[in-house]
C-alpha cells in the first residue's frame, strides 16, 4: 500500500524534501514507517525518538495501523526551555490574584538576560496532546 509521509521544520531540512509517497506492506503500523526511515535517512536517527506523528492530521502512537492513501506527518521535537538545573532556586514562578494580571510586569520577573526570546500566551487550549 502507498502512504504519503510529510516532514516538517528541522525533519524536512534533514530528510532533503517536505513530502514524499512511500510504500508499505498491507497491515503496516507508523512504527513501520520509522523502520524505514531509520535506515533510508541515516540523518534523522537521532531525531526520531521524540518526534511527534500524526496521521490524517491526528496525533498518532508508534502502533497506529496504516490504510492506503493515509498522510503520515512527522513533526519535529519542540525545544526550548531553560537549562537551569532541577533543584537550583528560580524563584517565584506562581502567583494567585484576584486582580487583573499584568503580562508584561510577569513576562520581566520571569525573562533572563540569556533567553532569545519570550512568549505569553493567554487563552484555552485543548485537554490532551496525543490524540
Given at each position: ?105 510577569v513576562l520581566q520577573d520571569l525573562k533572563?538576560?540569556?533567553?532569545g526570546a519570550a512568549v505569553v500566551f ?10
Amino acid at each position: 500500500m502507498q502512504v504519503r509521509v510529510l516532514f516538517f521544520g528541522v525533519l524536512k531540512d534533514l530528510a532533503g524534501r517536505g513530502s514524499e509517497e512511500l510504500t508499505l506492506p498491507e497491515a503496516a503500523t507508523v512504527s513501520d514507517v520509522i523502520e524505514v526511515y531509520e535506515r533510508r535517512v541515516t540523518s534523522l536517527r537521532s531525531m526520531l525518538p521524540s518526534i511527534a506523528i500524526s496521521v490524517n492530521q491526528e496525533y498518532s502512537g508508534p502502533e497506529t495501523r496504516l490504510q492506503p492513501g493515509d498522510e503520515v506527518a512527522l513533526l519535529p521535537p519542540v525545544s526550548g526551555g531553560s537549562e537551569r538545573e532541577l533543584g537550583s532556586d528560580p524563584g517565584p514562578f506562581n502567583r494567585i490574584t484576584r486582580d487583573v494580571i499584568d503580562t508584561d510586569a510577569v513576562l520581566q520577573d520571569l525573562k533572563q538576560p540569556e533567553d532569545g526570546a519570550a512568549v505569553v500566551f493567554e487563552g484555552i487550549v485543548r485537554n490532551n496532546t496525543r490524540g
